[in-house]
T-cell receptor, first 117, second 113 residues
Framework: DTGVSQNPRHKITKRGQNVTFRCDPI?????LYWYRQTLGQGPEFLTY????????KSRLLSDRFSAERPKGSFSTLEIQRTEQGDSAMYLC???????????????FGPGTRLLVL | AQSVTQLDSHVSVSEGTPVLLRCNYS??????LFWYVQHPNKGLQLLLK??????LVKGINGFEAEFKKSETSFHLTKPSAHMSDAAEYFC???????????FGKGTMLLVSP
């Protein structure tokens, strides 16, 4: 069990550019979650997958955001036409489905910090 | 709708003294409640969770929390602080069923020698 990993750990981009983040969950975990954390705030839910199916999306996830989890393993989060307001820490978490989503323990990665100039 | 209020943005204690981090929640159903800790440059780690079993929940590293429905509170305590406890702590609520997690704004715990 090597834990949840996220790459890159830091990303600096210019406004208008596209960025993509990757999350590798704990190997046997079938649920994967994305959160966004801005300075001075707690994480906010963005979306989650069970296996390869994206089952819920927050209203925070605008049309510029897209997430995928092909083959139910790693996941990518892409932000198109980045804006300065997208600057935040993007967190990934995974869990093993035993109960309803959000009740079981989620294991978080270290996050990807995005800065949009 | 569910929400969480962490009553203190910062708490300072001396090593060896008790820790109290306060959390109040609002939930329409029977909530699940969690405390997570975030150390710098590390991922969030679950300390403990309440999911409608015993109201006094024991977690890792000597932390515990008591679910008080009448007060809508889920305060986190530890009898004796250690320097390694210095971190940011998040209280988290999830309504019953398939509701997402709602995090509080966090409480930064500072521990002085």
């Amino acid at each position: 069990d090597t834990g949840v990993s996220q790459n890159p750990r830091h990303k600096i981009t210019k406004r208008g550019q596209n960025v993509t983040f990757r999350c590798d969950p704990i190997s046997e975990h079938n649920r994967l979650y994305w959160y966004r954390q801005t300075l001075g705030q707690g994480p906010e839910f963005l979306t989650y997958f069970q296996n390869e199916a994206q089952l819920e999306k927050s209203r925070l996830l605008s049309d510029r955001f897209s997430a995928e989890r092909p083959k139910g393993s790693f996941s990518t989060l892409e932000i198109q036409r980045t804006e300065q307001g997208d600057s935040a820490m993007y967190l990934c978490a995974s869990s093993l489905a035993r109960q309803a989503p959000f009740k079981e323990t989620q294991y978080f990665g270290p996050g990807t910090r995005l800065l949009v100039l | 709708a569910q929400s969480v209020t962490q009553l203190d943005s910062h708490v300072s204690v001396s090593e060896g003294t008790p820790v109290l981090l306060r959390c109040n929640y609002s939930s329409s159903y029977s909530p699940s409640l969690f405390w997570y800790v975030q150390h710098p440059n590390k991922g969030l780690q679950l300390l403990l969770k309440y999911t409608s079993a015993a109201t006094l929940v024991k977690g890792i590293n000597g932390f515990e929390a008591e679910f008080k429905k009448s007060e809508t509170s889920f305060h986190l305590t530890k009898p004796s602080a250690h320097m390694s406890d210095a971190a940011e702590y998040f209280c988290v609520v999830s309504d019953g069923g398939y509701s997402t997690l709602t995090f509080g704004k966090g409480t930064m715990l500072l521990v002085s020698p």
